[in-house]
Antibody
Framework: EVQLVESGGGLVQPGRSLRLSCAAS????????MYWVRQAPGKGLEWVSG????????GYEDSVKGRFTISRDNAKNSLYLQMNSLRVEDTALYYC?????????????WGQGTLVTVSS | QLVLTQSPSASASLGASVKLTCTLS???????IAWHQQQPEKGPRYLMK???????SKGDGIPDRFSGSSSGAERYLTISSLQSEDEADYYCQTWGTDIQMFGGGTKLTVL
């Protein structure tokens, strides 16, 4: 059974940093691209970042470029999102999502999310 | 620019069928998409990948009541024999090189 378990969310002041983690199990982690998707309260889904199976291809949504960094550790079956210079508008539930292929693709499994609140 | 357009809301009666639409922007009519369901207060769930020729592959445990089809730049999700638990937000998703995109979502109400 595929499981994606996010952690690291919390309340943080604007301008500060936070690192999200996602522990993956139930599939061969290094065969698939992985992604972060967020959902602000009462809003729709927004793709944040993605990373290919071997970390060679990485993409970011425009509003997080230069502030967020995605990475993965295939030996630990883990995905990360380093979030710097956080803004109030980054407040959202952040989901770890599995891609269906090694590169850019559809999403086929979702975690339950970790809540990030940016507020003074 | 790659954009997905969905109607904000739809409604249908219990036991009936409903067809939701996701429209790809001009120049992207050959793109595949995926459909995801988000029930109230829950995380999203993958329903299916839908290709431009209408072929589709569903996620684990997705009932036969859910099907997909395509016509030009439009991608459809049809839900038959509507049940109360089908009341949810439905999002389409597509992808390009190093980029992903969601539609704005359709809120389905089961009457």
């Amino acid at each position: 059974e595929v499981q994606l378990v996010e952690s690291g969310g919390g309340l943080v002041q604007p301008g500060r940093s936070l690192r999200l983690s996602c522990a993956a199990s139930g599939f061969t982690f290094d065969d698939y691209a992985m992604y972060w998707v967020r959902q602000a309260p009462g809003k729709g889904l927004e793709w944040v970042s993605g990373i290919s199976w071997n970390s060679a291809r990485i993409g970011y949504e425009d509003s997080v470029k230069g502030r967020f960094t995605i990475s993965r550790d295939n030996a630990k079956n883990s995905l990360y999102l380093q979030m710097n210079s956080l803004r109030v508008e980054d407040t959202a539930l952040y989901y770890c999502v599995k891609g269906s292929e090694y590169g850019s693709s559809s999403f086929d499994y979702w975690g339950q999310g970790t809540l990030v609140t940016v507020s003074s | 620019q790659l954009v997905l357009t969905q109607s904000p809301s739809a409604s249908a009666s219990l036991g009936a069928s409903v067809k939701l639409t996701c429209t790809l922007s001009s120049g992207h009519s050959t793109y595949a998409i995926a459909w995801h369901q988000q029930q109230p207060e829950k995380g999203p769930r993958y329903l299916m990948k839908l290709n431009s020729d209408g072929s589709h592959s569903k996620g684990d445990g997705i009932p036969d009541r859910f099907s997909g089809s395509s016509s030009g730049a439009e991608r459809y999700l049809t839900i038959s024999s509507l049940q109360s638990e089908d009341e949810a937000d439905y999002y389409c998703q597509t992808w390009g090189t190093d980029i992903q995109m969601f539609g704005g979502g359709t809120k389905l109400t089961v009457l």
